[in-house]
């Protein structure tokens, strides 16, 4: 049985100021070894540095609404999937979703996915589509190892998080997103999964090693929330 995994690749992992070649290369690699062994994904791709770059060019211009700045966000995750997309080659599906509730079926090892509207982050469209495509977990790679009890960054006494229930998560992040917000998950899409019965690992996705221990189901660095 072929086993899909819905993963959301962070576009600081792609483009953290330029484009990371190097990432994606080794991503690319894991991705064509994983598929020969017959799993199957589903990767959502975030905007990363030129979606905060173009949105802050807007707001400067024209003073735009908030939807328009979303807007300009959201084609940045969908250039950034092209960028996956293509160098993924025949493995890929021949168009990049945009809406995460309508169902495609994708004859190919690998689907794309960018943003979807504004208001929705990509861990809400990643949360959709693990309940329309029937997975029961979602990989959501960024920069950090683990979710912490506080930012470790403000916080000496900030604790690593391994395994957290998605009521008490929610207690961490509240029920708002905002996209100003540096928080490890959406709480809107935490809501959603929870709701679904969903679990979401955590994980750093620089670590493509440990990354590879998560798709084999072996001992991995991360937090699950569940």
């Known amino acids: 049985m072929q086993k899909l995994f819905v993963i959301s690749l962070g576009g600081s992992l792609i ?42 060019a807007l707001n400067v211009i024209s003073k735009p609404s908030a939807d328009y700045l979303d807007w300009m966000g959201i084609a940045a995750t969908r250039f950034n999937a092209q960028l996956v997309r293509l160098m993924l080659g025949q ?7 945009e809406d995460p509730n309508k169902k495609v079926n994708f004859k190919e090892k690998v689907l794309l996915a960018g943003g979807w509207m504004p208001g929705r982050s990509t861990d809400d ?4 589509l693990a309940k329309v495509y ?15 009890t506080k930012d470790p960054r403000k916080f000496k006494d900030a604790q690593v998080i391994k395994e957290i229930s998605w009521k008490n998560f929610r207690k961490i992040v509240g029920n708002k997103w905002d996209p100003g917000k540096n928080l490890p998950f959406d709480p809107t899409a935490a809501k959603l999964a929870e709701k679904n019965k969903l679990m979401v690992v955590i994980a750093n996705g620089k670590n493509l090693k440990n990354l590879k221990n998560i798709l084999e189901e072996k001992k991995f660095k991360g937090t699950v929330i569940k």
């Open 91 to 97: 493995l890929s599906h021949g168009v990049v979703i």
């Open 15 to 56: 483009n953290p100021g330029q484009i990371d070649v190097g990432f994606l290369k080794n991503f690319r690699k894991l991705i064509l070894e994983q598929t020969k062994k017959g799993s199957r994904f589903i990767l959502i791709v975030g905007g990363g540095r030129p979606a905060r770059e173009y949105i802050a």
């Open 134 to 148: 029937e997975a029961d977990c979602v990989i959501n790679l960024s920069n950090i190892d683990y979710v912490y």
């Open 125 to 128: 469209d990643a949360v959709r």
